[in-house]
């Protein structure tokens, strides 16, 4: 445990947004940590119920409560409150931060490896650009190094103002035994409102996108990103979307060049030896 000396350095100097997004999650969690002061326990718990009871009629009061909680951990009131607490929880924020060090997955489906490189960007435009942000492969190794977007959120808001962008990745993997399908899928979940002006925004949307391996030999199909596809809202987003022949007619090559050798696999006889779903 460090000093409060420390922990006073450790405030006063600039955090990223993910330090204050930990401090806000212990301090909902305040109440069940025995390893926090009474005095601060105290004090914590009377903001957060403050804050409840402004938001009491909000329909999104679980965002809204996380993020008027980062707000209140920075206000003069709570100062000392705020300090205790990284006193007492930053050695787990740092164990946290080991943890999710490494923004890297490996797949392994037979012969074929695939390095799946994590990008946070909770507010990319897929309207402008490509999720895939780099594909490299080596045919004689039969490995892929994919750079593309990893689950991940941001909150961030004043005194009239807030913004939450959510993204949920999953991974869908379909592995044949002709071609191995990574069917990527991109759950967009975004709100913003502004209190002066009594302006409010909610967005909810799929982006799907797929990159066909062929085994033998080996080659990349990569396909055109689709909206909106499988899923339009959140009561649909547990709905089987494995259908092999509504994947291929869907996700449909990106470049021309792939199109003689996509019809050729489409044409195959194809036998599903493992299906399997990964969060990224």
């Given at each position: 445990?460090?000093?409060?000396?420390?922990?006073?350095?450790?405030?006063?100097?600039?955090?990223p947004a993910?330090?204050?997004?930990?401090?806000?999650?212990?301090?909902?969690?305040?109440?069940?940590?025995?390893?926090?002061?009474?005095?601060?326990?105290?004090?914590?718990?009377?903001?957060?119920?403050?804050?409840?009871?402004?938001?009491?009629?909000?329909?999104?009061?679980?965002?809204k409560l996380?993020?008027?909680?980062?707000?209140?951990?920075?206000?003069?009131?709570?100062?000392?409150?705020?300090?205790?607490?990284?006193?007492?929880?930053?050695?787990?924020?740092?164990?946290?931060?080991?943890?999710?060090?490494?923004?890297?997955?490996?797949?392994?489906?037979?012969?074929?490896?695939?390095?799946?490189?994590?990008?946070?960007?909770?507010?990319?435009?897929?309207?402008?650009?490509?999720?895939?942000?780099?594909?490299?492969?080596?045919?004689?190794?039969?490995?892929?190094?994919?750079?593309?977007?990893?689950?991940?959120?941001?909150?961030?808001?004043?005194?009239?103002?807030?913004?939450?962008?959510?993204?949920?990745?999953?991974?869908?993997?379909?592995?044949?035994?002709?071609?191995?399908?990574?069917?990527?899928?991109?759950?967009?979940?975004?709100?913003?409102?502004?209190?002066?002006?009594?302006?409010?925004?909610y967005s909810?949307?799929?982006?799907?996108?797929?990159?066909?391996?062929?085994?033998?030999?080996?080659?990349?199909?990569?396909?055109?990103?689709?909206?909106?596809?499988?899923?339009?809202?959140?009561?649909?987003?547990?709905?089987?979307?494995?259908?092999?022949?509504?994947?291929?007619?869907?996700?449909?090559?990106?470049?021309?060049?792939?199109?003689?050798?996509?019809?050729?696999?489409?044409?195959?006889?194809?036998?599903?030896?493992?299906?399997?779903?990964?969060?990224?």
């Amino acid at each position: 445990m460090i000093s409060l000396k420390e922990a006073v350095k450790i405030y006063n100097n600039p955090k990223p947004a993910g330090f204050w997004n930990f401090l806000a999650e212990k301090v909902l969690q305040v109440e069940k940590n025995n390893y926090v002061p009474s005095f601060v326990k105290k004090a914590l718990v009377t903001e957060i119920l403050k804050v409840k009871a402004k938001i009491i009629a909000d329909l999104f009061q679980e965002e809204k409560l996380f993020s008027k909680v980062k707000q209140v951990l920075k206000t003069k009131r709570v100062k000392y409150s705020t300090i205790y607490l990284i006193k007492y929880t930053l050695q787990e924020y740092h164990e946290k931060i080991k943890k999710k060090g490494d923004n890297e997955m490996v797949l392994r489906e037979g012969d074929v490896t695939v390095k799946i490189q994590k990008e946070l960007n909770p507010c990319f435009n897929f309207y402008y650009h490509d999720p895939f942000y780099e594909l490299k492969f080596n045919a004689k190794t039969k490995s892929i190094i994919l750079k593309t977007l990893g689950s991940c959120k941001r909150s961030e808001g004043g005194f009239t103002w807030y913004r939450n962008n959510r993204l949920y990745v999953n991974l869908e993997i379909m592995n044949y035994n002709q071609v191995l399908i990574l069917l990527f899928k991109y759950t967009v979940v975004r709100e913003s409102r502004n209190y002066y002006y009594n302006f409010t925004s909610y967005s909810f949307y799929t982006v799907v996108k797929v990159l066909y391996v062929v085994k033998d030999p080996f080659y990349l199909i990569e396909s055109r990103t689709r909206f909106r596809f499988f899923h339009d809202s959140p009561k649909s987003l547990s709905s089987n979307i494995s259908g092999l022949k509504r994947i291929f007619k869907k996700l449909t090559p990106k470049y021309e060049k792939d199109k003689p050798v996509f019809k050729t696999l489409k044409r195959k006889e194809l036998i599903l030896l493992s299906n399997k779903e990964e969060q990224i």
